[in-house]
């Protein structure tokens, strides 16, 4: 008997039908078996190509991370890291603005620690590596000045900067959420203008609670 593969756009088509359903309904509670009923496949082919809810979600975290790579790269094309920051921020913001909903949804689950959605969890490690290299190219190419010690820790520090300011995005309910926007403003130069100023050897204490913070962060 010939075996029937499923067509190659499969996978996307699920993928598509949950976050159809996501940004309607919500994430806890739209079922699987809904997503197949909207994909058009049966609920086996759904469970096939991704074995959970979360597993959906990974897949678009990782999409939205190959699609945004263009910008990405067109980001680093900045003079100084604010520049850089700015431009990845501001891509960030405009790709998630359609599911800027469903993000908010998604956060209640994804806040707890033991979530496979937990952006400092195992299941994120490769995302959130390649965001951590994406930092570090950016510092470095700028020729951006940081203490030796606290280094090792900057991409992280800027990453959970970055990560903060989305959270703020997502629920901010001014319209257009030019609340988001002008805390950028404000913030993003005052956080660089901290991480020159970090050079300065009596900060040195100072240095050691952020990377300890971090570290608490981190787990």
């Not at 082919?45 to 699609?67: H, N």
């Not at 603005?97 to 993000?103: A, G, T």
């Not at 309910?173 to 403003?185: G, V």
């Amino acid at each position: 008997m010939t075996r029937v593969m499923p067509e190659p756009d499969t996978r996307t088509k699920i993928l598509e039908a949950a976050l159809e359903l996501f940004r309607e309904r919500g994430f806890a509670e739209a079922t699987m078996r809904e997503i197949a009923s909207r994909a058009g496949v049966a609920s086996g082919l759904a469970y096939y190509y991704f074995d959970s809810k979360d597993a959906i979600v990974l897949a678009f975290y990782q999409r939205a991370q190959e699609e945004l790579a263009a910008a990405m790269e067109l980001a680093q094309r900045g003079k100084t890291l604010t520049d850089r920051l700015q431009a990845m921020i501001e891509a960030r913001l405009k790709y998630f603005e359609p599911n800027r909903r469903f993000l908010g949804a998604l956060m209640a689950h994804a806040a707890n620690p033991s979530s496979p959605l937990s952006p400092f969890g195992e299941p994120s490690k490769e995302i959130r590596d390649r965001e951590f290299a994406r930092i570090q190219r950016a510092i470095e190419e700028t020729g951006t000045a940081v203490p030796k010690d606290l280094a090792p820790r900057v991409p992280r520090i800027l990453w959970m900067y970055q990560l903060g300011l989305l959270l703020f995005w997502i629920y901010d309910p001014s319209p257009k959420q030019e609340r988001t926007r002008a805390l950028i403003d404000k913030s993003l130069g005052l956080v660089i203008t901290l991480l020159r100023l970090s050079n300065v050897p009596l900060l040195r204490p100072a240095r050691r609670t952020v990377m300890d913070i971090v570290e608490i962060l981190e787990g």
